[in-house]
Each structure stands twice: as structure tokens, then as C-alpha cells.
């Protein structure tokens, strides 16, 4: 697959948690910075976009992630808001590499005063240029500002769900879908989002006919497009380890499509970056996703 080489790069503004996670498989215990913002971010620079990342962290966290995550400085840009109390996710999975438990303490993303200063640096990233804004799951709290500050604007928006917050945010994702280019979703997801609405189907309608629900499984994706249903099969590959494959997925999807890249081309940019993503165990995973995006061209 060649590099994509935009005119110009891209900017996407995410928002997002980030933080320390610790991941447990049967190949051991793998400890490093996580996050959907930062798998997200990983997979859309591999694309040539420019991603800034909108969150908080410590003072503490902010130092050790931008030491650690230097070789990707010219493209992410971390612009994250103090906070006293630091995210954490922790992940445990089977022998079969299914989700066996689920824990994340989001951390100052939930204090008032927090998600306002994080809201506002996503108002001055929509108001200086940025061309896409990726929702990433969020704590129902920063989602009431997060929804109606990015349905105000005029910049095309994607929104990507988890298990954990569909209920709490439930009413915002009525207004979110149907007006977002893109959704990301696994199976699961889809299946408590439908038995909470009126209708069976729910789709993202980009404000007209053009947004794209993508449903993920472990064999690859199906793509509600319009009228179409297309389903994409994923590269077969030794699974290591699952973490922030979905995210990889949405990232390279998103930075190939602001660029103009078709449907079937951003998709299979989307599902080569997952594939590698699961295919390698290893700390760090904004690094891990980007490094193999650069790994998808050799």
C-alpha cells in the first residue's frame, strides 16, 4: 500500500482520555500510555494528517508521555489541560483474546472545571483551521460540553462509542449520529445502541446521505454507506494482542478520508493498520500503531 501524500496536511482535533494502561493477556502483562486518543492519533498520522490531541494529564504524566512519545512530535500535538488526578485504563483478556474485564478511572476529565478548559481548547482548535473533530468515547460530564460545542460548528465530526458510556450518553448520541460523517462501533456496541432506540438500524448521516456506519468484529467490518451494505474482510494474523485495534481502525479510516481517499481505499488503510496493531504486543501504543503504519509501506 503506497504512503498517502496529501496537498496539504490535514488537521484533526480528538478529544479524548489518555493515560497509563496495563493490559493483561496470556502473553504476559504489558504496561504503557494508552487511551483511544492516543491509538486514534497513532493510526491518523500514519495517513500524513496532523492530529491534535485534546485532553488532561497530570503535570506529572504530560513530562513522561511527550519524553516518551518524541519521535512523534511534528505530528501529534498534545495539548492537554492540568489536572490532579490521572486516567487509567486496565485491561484483562482470555486465552481467546476476548475482553474478559474492563476498568478505567477517568481521572480530572470528569471535574467541572476541567472538561470547561478542555472544551475550550477544542472551541480554539475549531476556530483556528482544524478541518475534522473525532469524538472519542468520554465520561457522560464531558460529553454535555463536548456534543453541543461540535454540533454548533460547521467542521465535519466523527464519534466513536464504547460499551461503557452508550447509556450515560445516550441522548447526545441521538443528535451526534445522525448528523457525524463517521461511527465506529464493535458488534456488541451496535447491538446495545439498537435496543435503545425506536428504530432497529442506526446509522450516522453526516447531515445528509453521506455518513458511514462502520460495525467492527474480529473478521472485519461492516459498512453501512447510504444504501449500501458493504462488508470488508480483515488480513489474517497471529493475534498477540486486540488493544486499540477499533481505534487503529478509526484513525486510518478518518486521516485517509479528510484526504479524499475512497471509501474501499480508507477502509482497507483502516483494517491493514488494525491488523498490524493486533499482531504486535508491545508497550506504547500511539507508537505501536504508528510504527506500523510506516511498516505498512515496506
Not at 498517502?4 to 493477556?25: D, F, M
Not at 461540535?150 to 448520541?173: C, G, K, M, N, T
Request: charged share 20%; net charge negative; glycine share 10%.
Amino acid at each position: 500500500m503506497p504512503t498517502p501524500v496529501p496537498q496539504r496536511s490535514r488537521r484533526i482535533a480528538c478529544v479524548g482520555l489518555v493515560g497509563r494502561e496495563r493490559i493483561s493477556h496470556p502473553g504476559g502483562l504489558i504496561e504503557g500510555w494508552g487511551g483511544a486518543a492516543l491509538y486514534f492519533a497513532g493510526a491518523a498520522v500514519s495517513t500524513g494528517a496532523q492530529v491534535e490531541v485534546i485532553t488532561s494529564l497530570t503535570n506529572s504524566d504530560r513530562r513522561r508521555i511527550e519524553r516518551d512519545l518524541a519521535d512523534l512530535s511534528s505530528s501529534i500535538l498534545m495539548n492537554s489541560v492540568p489536572t490532579d488526578r490521572a486516567c487509567r485504563f486496565g485491561l484483562t483478556y482470555d486465552d481467546s483474546l476476548d475482553l474478559a474485564d474492563f476498568e478505567y478511572a477517568p481521572g480530572g476529565a470528569e471535574d467541572d472545571r476541567t472538561a470547561e478548559d478542555i472544551v475550550r481548547r477544542l472551541d480554539a482548535a475549531l476556530s483556528s483551521g482544524t478541518d475534522h473533530v473525532h469524538i472519542c468515547p468520554l465520561p457522560a460530564s464531558l460529553m454535555d460540553l463536548v456534543a453541543p460545542t461540535v454540533l454548533s460548528r460547521p467542521q465535519a465530526f466523527s464519534v466513536q462509542l464504547h460499551f461503557s458510556v452508550i447509556s450515560e450518553s445516550h441522548h447526545w448520541l441521538q443528535k451526534l449520529i445522525p448528523r457525524a460523517t463517521h461511527v465506529f462501533m464493535n458488534r456488541a456496541e451496535a447491538k446495545s445502541l439498537s435496543l435503545m432506540e425506536s428504530q432497529p438500524e442506526v446509522r450516522a448521516g453526516g447531515g445528509s446521505s453521506d455518513g458511514a456506519t462502520f460495525v467492527t468484529d474480529t473478521k472485519g467490518v461492516f459498512v453501512e454507506f447510504g444504501r449500501e451494505r458493504l462488508r470488508f474482510e480483515a488480513t489474517d494474523v497471529e493475534a498477540l494482542d486486540p488493544t486499540g485495534a477499533g481505534d487503529a481502525f478509526a484513525g486510518g479510516v478518518i486521516g485517509r478520508s479528510i484526504d479524499g481517499a475512497s471509501l474501499a481505499s480508507s477502509v482497507n488503510w483502516g483494517l491493514a493498520l488494525a491488523a498490524l496493531t493486533v499482531a504486535t504486543a508491545s508497550s506504547h501504543g500511539m507508537l505501536r500503531i504508528s510504527q506500523a503504519g510506516h511498516r505498512q509501506d515496506s
